[in-house]
């Protein structure tokens, strides 16, 4: 089955630095990659994804770019801001009903 | 509409009790997922369904039973609560049609085993 590893676990910046998040996954049929970021107490929320036929997407501060090949895929926050401190997971899936998520990454955002 | 709700929010038991997490969502969604999240490992799906009537083990389902009677509703069942059960449970819905459509998430029910 489908495995995701997450680096680094801990990440800490300081404001309006960029903050990069990088993930590799096992199953060469996986084609969305989703990322979902996660605030203390809450469940996590879907803050951008892409799919396999696409190199990279951006989201004003946010983007995501994904290498096939290497299947590796990374999150790029750009000019970070304190709500930004969060724990943040990239996730696979192959088309199937099942996501599989990376071991999570939490982002400080130091003022 | 308030999404995916999930109660209790805290919960302590005794290692062999039994308990029921309950999970709603007013979407109407079909998919209904439970994961598990525990500290450093990130988020193990145990048991989803596809829709009422169906459902089917994720990567972690020992230990753990599932029911959709209805759309809306989706608990998760501990028989003989045990420690390694302790953990953040979280449950999730999405819209049918492609896997790509975002998962919502409840704001999870804390589970300790003593």
């Known amino acids: 089955g489908e495995n995701v590893e997450q680096h680094p676990s801990t990440l800490s910046v300081q404001e309006g630095d960029s903050a990069v998040i990088k993930c590799t996954y096992s199953d060469s049929a996986s084609n969305y990659f989703p990322w979902y970021k996660q605030e203390l107490g809450k469940g996590p929320q879907l803050i951008i994804d892409?799919?396999?036929?696409?190199g990279e997407k951006k989201d004003q501060r946010i983007a995501v770019t994904l290498n096939k090949t290497a299947k590796h895929f990374s999150l790029h926050i750009t000019e970070t801001q304190p709500e930004d401190s969060a724990v943040y997971f990239c996730?696979?899936?192959?088309?199937?009903?099942?996501?599989?998520f990376g071991t999570g990454t939490r982002l400080q955002v130091f003022p | 509409n308030a999404g995916v709700t999930q109660t209790p929010k805290f919960r302590i038991l005794k290692i062999g009790q039994s308990m029921t997490l309950q999970c709603a969502q007013d979407?109407?969604?079909?998919?209904m997922y439970w994961y598990r999240q525990d500290p450093g490992m990130g988020l193990k799906l145990i048991y989803y369904?596809?829709?009422?009537?169906?459902?089917d083990k994720g990567e972690v389902p020992n230990g753990y039973n599932v029911s959709r009677s209805t759309t809306e509703d989706f608990p998760l069942r501990l028989e003989l609560a045990a420690p390694s059960q302790t953990s953040v449970y979280f449950c999730a819905s999405r819209a049918p049609g492609h896997s790509s459509t975002p998962l919502h998430f409840g704001n999870g029910t804390r589970l300790t085993v003593t």
């Open positions: 369904s596809v829709g009422a009537g169906i459902t």
């Open positions: 979407m109407n969604h079909n998919y």
């Open positions: 892409i799919r396999s036929n696409v």
């Open positions: 996730a696979a899936s192959a088309d199937t009903d099942k996501l599989i």
